[in-house]
């Protein structure tokens, strides 16, 4: 088996592209979405990833060179909030982004647009409180629809398929900052007696 941090690199970004690809299709059906430019859930202190959903983040930090400098970075924060989050001012910090949204975390992809499964077995959209409360009616509906016959992703069995990529990394939750710090200390100690890869850009 190639455990290369190339080759699980890649299988987790094409887990990545299929929920992708799975919630755009539930977003057409339920006409459920996010505001432009809301933070709320970024800027919640209490997020919980498991370093693997991190390491294509962790592996794009390494290869421009800045792997070092941003775990130092992460290791002097105080801060419990998302490392990548970007609110637009402290005033407003509900209101920002991510800053590299490409290479978000599994976790940050599921919520909003995944399920969960209650004790009575009944699938329930793992969302804010701003979009139940805000786009009632297609949530509400969202919520029969997917009980019946819509497809939703699910936020068990995208971390079992997570998992099965990387059983220890996928299987450790940390809070966020945590999770891209083990990230990033996997890639540099994968490295650190190994040739780089021939796109790694050297530290200036």
């Excluded at 699980?8 to 755009?24: A, G």
């Excluded at 990394?169 to 996997?186: C, D, R, S, T």
């Amino acid at each position: 088996m190639d455990n290369s941090i190339e080759n699980r690199v890649r299988l987790v970004e094409t887990l990545f592209h299929n929920l992708d690809v799975e919630i755009i299709d539930f977003q057409k059906e339920t006409k459920l979405g996010c505001i432009a430019g809301c933070g709320k859930c970024c800027s919640t202190p209490e997020i919980d990833a498991s370093p693997l959903e991190f390491l294509p983040w962790a592996f794009h930090i390494f290869l421009n060179g800045q792997a070092e400098e941003t775990l130092l970075e992460l290791e002097q924060s105080t801060t419990a909030t998302c490392f990548l989050y970007r609110p637009k001012s402290l005033s407003e910090f509900t209101t920002g982004n991510c800053s590299t949204y490409q290479y978000r975390g599994l976790i940050c992809r599921l919520f909003g647009f995944g399920a969960t499964t209650d004790k009575y077995g009944k699938l329930r959209i793992a969302t804010c409180n701003i979009i139940k409360e805000g786009q009632s009616t297609n949530f509400e509906n969202a919520t029969i629809a997917i009980n019946t016959n819509l497809s939703v992703p699910i936020f068990t069995e995208y971390y079992m398929q997570l998992s099965q990529i990387d059983f220890k990394l996928g299987n450790v939750f940390l809070p966020v900052n945590k999770a891209m710090k083990a990230a990033l200390e996997e890639v540099l100690q994968y490295y650190a007696y190994r040739p780089f890869p021939d796109n790694y850009k050297k530290p200036i």
